[in-house]
């Protein structure tokens, strides 16, 4: 795998520039930059409140940063400075789509549904935004159409066919989180952004957590990134690794470089760089 610092800006889907996010008094980002490729797993790591979730929210939308600048490049070479758009654009023009660190699914409604309302904004622009859709509209049947092959393509993907009738809210919580991604492919994205997809899920679902990781990556063509604590999913899939502590980057680069990095050791074992090495010692590293 190519070094992180040699990326060309035609491989760099996502740039990250001196990012720098405050609540009040607090730093909860400072001064971050970093590169994500096309085409690879780029996982973001640290300790709690390290300011992981504060950089997804600033990458879709959901904060305005306080400095800094994030740009997505697509394929066509167009450029979106994700902190300038209105959060919905994020979604629907620059393509980027993200799940949560607490499932958000709409529970009472079923599985089809959910993965259907997620490509709601095609079905609007194919009815003109009239009641085209309830007339049968061609432009509207045939986007229609094209709505229910793509949640079948996903429905299958996560193992969910059987369960298409069900209410989103019966399934249980390893099957939610993949349908939670299942709903985010289904608008299309360039980079899907998951906040610790592994959450919660014994060794057998983060298994096929990984299995579908790696298959939207490699089949879809989907760039992701990933907040993780679980260092089984980030050392198995990551093609990349950035590493926070205390809203600074501390490390960035390949997962095996980043596990063996002092600082990065010092930083999840809360203690100075300079104890590390006793600590390992001490632990049996
Ligand atoms: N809306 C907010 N208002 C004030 N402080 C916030 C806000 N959002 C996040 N913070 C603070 O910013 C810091 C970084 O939080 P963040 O949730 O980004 O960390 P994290 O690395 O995602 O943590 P975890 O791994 O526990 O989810 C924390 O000190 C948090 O309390």
Known sequence: MANPDLVSSTDTI?????????????????????????GEIT????????????VFNCITGFY???EGMITLTHT???????????????SWKAKVARTF??????SGMTILENLLVAQHNRLMIASGFTIGG???????????GEAVDKAKYWLEKVGLTDRADDPAGDLPYGAQRRLEIARAMCTG????????????????????????LLSIREI???????????????????????????????????PEAVRNDPKVIAAYLGVEDDDVEKIEAQVGL
């Open 134 to 144: 309830l007339i049968g509209l061609p432009n509207f049947r045939r986007a229609e």
């Open 220 to 254: 879809d063509k989907t760039s992701l990134l990933l907040i993780e604590h679980d260092m089984s999913v980030v050392m198995q899939i990551s093609d990349h690794v950035v590493v926070l502590d205390y809203g600074t980057k501390i490390a960035d680069g390949l």
């Open 101 to 106: 660190q607490n499932i958000r699914l709409f």
């Open 76 to 90: 066509d070479g167009s450029h979106y400075l994700l902190e300038r758009l209105p959060g919905h654009s994020v």
């Open 14 to 38: 996502l740039t990250v520039d001196h990012l720098t996010m405050r609540f009040g008094g607090l730093i909860a980002i400072n001064d971050l930059s970093f590169k994500a490729r096309r």
């Open 43 to 54: 996982a973001l790591i640290g300790p709690n409140g390290a300011g992981k979730t504060t």
């Open 189 to 212: 994205p360039v980079l899907l952004c998951l906040d610790e997809p592994a959450a919660g899920l014994n060794p057998r679902e983060s298994l096929e957590l990984n299995e579908l």
């Open 64 to 66: 305005k940063p306080t």
